[in-house]
């Protein structure tokens, strides 16, 4: 499974340039590559976010999570999020999971990893305990 090329380019200005708060990631098929599905504004909520992810397909995706520490000092890490609900497809499944170290490579630079099969996995509060 390739990777396409604007890939690469639209992670940077996620991780860089803070263009996005998230960018979901979808397997063409057809195409035999993951590209860019959405991108979503600074402006937009987790719950836009979570609202973006289909209920029954895998995806993968990033979101840069914004917190404040103990310290009371503003701080962000990117969280990778291979997303594969129970109800998606076997041929879906198997596909994204053979695909990801792949994809991986590409977004070299974010801080954690989820693996998720149902919204609680990617609770708002699971990144906040991640994050810290």
């Known amino acids: 499974m390739g ?3 604007d890939i ?5 200005e996620l991780q860089m340039k803070k ?6 990631f979808k397997i063409e098929e057809k195409q035999k590559q993951v590209v860019v599905e959405k ?3 600074t402006t937009e909520s987790y719950d836009d976010f979570l609202a973006s992810l289909p209920e029954n397909d ?3 995706a990033l979101y840069d999570f914004d917190f404040v520490t103990g310290e009371n000092v503003q701080k962000s890490k990117i969280f990778f999020i291979a997303w594969s609900p ?13 695909s990801k170290d792949r994809i991986k490579q590409e977004l070299d630079g974010f801080h954690y ?3 998720a099969t149902d919204p609680s996995e990617v609770d708002l509060e699971v990144l906040r305990e991640r994050a810290h």
Do not use: H, N
């Not at 263009?19 to 979901?24: D, L, M």
């Open 3 to 5: 990777v396409a090329p």
């Open 113 to 115: 990893e989820i693996q």
């Open 86 to 98: 129970s109800t998606s497809r076997i041929r879906a499944k198997m596909l994204y999971s053979t």
């Open 8 to 12: 690469r380019d639209t992670f940077l």
């Open 58 to 60: 895998c995806r993968y």
């Open 39 to 41: 991108t979503g504004a």
């Open 19 to 24: 263009a996005f708060r998230y960018v979901i």
